[in-house]
């Protein structure tokens, strides 16, 4: 079987980034950390595939990500779109929020994600790659 989470050969990208969380990242990660949100693990720059996200709750298969300006560009749209489609593959759920919506709405995000994760606890996920829900938050402020 292959190994689809916490790949090897990407352990020291992941631990770079946990060290160097962006502004927004560490925001939300300290709001997150210490199962805060409805006494939910949540794991920051956790690996899926080849791909690193920016936190993830094993229990609920939920990824949440904070896009910055660089996520903009046409280029990084299509390979966020490209990434995200294979991780829902495996009935995995994103959250994805803007770096704005965490520095001027950051009750407003909390909401969301509480509100999702709440959702999540009383419909246990589906088995490994039978569901491929997407879940998107962008400018939650307009």
Not at 57 to 71: A, F, N, Q, S, Y
Not at 86 to 93: D, T
Not at 112 to 124: C, D, F, G
Request: net charge positive.
């Amino acid at each position: 079987m292959t190994k689809i989470f916490t790949k090897t050969k990407i352990k020291e990208r992941r631990r770079e980034l946990r060290h160097n969380l962006t502004r927004a990242e560490a925001i939300l990660w300290n709001h997150l950390k210490q199962k805060q949100i409805c006494g939910q693990r949540f794991l920051k720059q956790y690996s899926i595939e080849s791909f690193i996200v920016d936190f993830y709750c094993p229990k609920l298969r939920l990824v949440i990500e904070v896009d910055g300006e660089t996520h903009l560009t046409d280029k990084e749209l299509e390979y966020d779109k490209i990434r995200q489609d294979k991780i829902e593959k495996l009935n995995i759920i994103f959250l994805r929020f803007t770096n704005g919506d965490v520095y001027n709405g950051l009750d407003l995000v909390l909401e969301k994600i509480e509100l999702k994760v709440n959702e999540m606890m009383k419909t246990p996920p589906a088995p490994l790659s039978l569901r491929g829900d997407c879940v998107s938050f962008k400018n939650l402020n307009k």
